[in-house]
């Protein structure tokens, strides 16, 4: 059975560690409030496993301070007022390391719900500009798609403009050297005109003949 002693230095051992533990939970829960994204920082499991360890370590505390309590109420041995006191003093300690745990879990709870609800407006106001650079993006796209299809239409305007050019400078090019060789053949011109001449003569010479013919024709006919 546990002494009085080794239950007094079990209580200060397990107050000592309840201490330290409390003040790493505070600080943990400090930084909680300045980091960006707690879940990926790994702040939250860290978190969990100190409060499980502050547990731990009340219920430790609690349970040794009942077994002080019940040697105090022990008959066959009556405590002295040190002990009393002692004990009273561990309890008083317990009931202050309860309320700052629960005080400490209070403002863990509230700025770890606090950093998540700031990650999510942070993550969705990231998600919102990604969206709206991809509208961007897909919007200036389109744009250069349209500016490619004008510059395509246009150099098409320009090369069929270009065509027109070069085929009136060929088609004036023939003219030109058509000209060149009626004028370098000025003969060509009279020959022509002899030749249309001499067939308007023959038709007229026809003309007469067929008419002669008609004459003596219808005279044989009437004699």
Not at 95 to 103: N, V
Not at 123 to 143: F, T, V
Request: with cysteine; net charge neutral; hydrophobic share 35%.
């Amino acid at each position: 059975m546990a002494t009085y002693e080794s239950l007094r230095r079990q209580c200060r051992t397990l107050e000592s560690l309840l201490d330290s533990k409390l003040t790493s939970y505070s600080r943990l829960v400090a930084n909680i409030g300045r980091e960006d994204d707690v879940e990926a920082s790994g702040s939250s499991d860290r978190w969990k496993d100190l409060e499980e360890e502050l547990d731990g370590l009340l219920e430790k505390l609690g349970d040794t301070n009942e077994q002080l309590s019940r040697l105090l109420n022990d008959p066959d041995s009556p405590p002295s007022q040190s002990m009393t006191r002692a004990v009273q003093r561990h309890k008083e300690v317990l009931r202050d390391y309860e309320r700052d745990c629960a005080r400490a879990k209070s403002n863990a709870k509230i700025t770890l719900d606090r950093a998540n609800l700031l990650s999510g407006v942070r993550n969705d106001i990231d998600a919102y500009k990604s969206n709206a650079s991809d509208m961007l993006l897909s919007e200036r796209q389109r744009i250069d798609r349209s500016h490619r299809m004008v510059d395509d239409t246009l150099d098409q305007a320009y090369e069929t403009r270009a065509e027109f050019a070069r085929q009136r400078q060929s088609l004036s090019g023939i003219s030109a050297r058509m000209t060149q060789v009626i004028n370098t053949m000025p003969g060509i011109n009279n020959l022509l005109g002899m030749i249309k001449t001499r067939r308007r003569r023959d038709a007229v010479i026809l003309g007469l003949v067929i008419g002669l013919c008609f004459i003596l024709l219808f005279g044989y006919m009437t004699s």
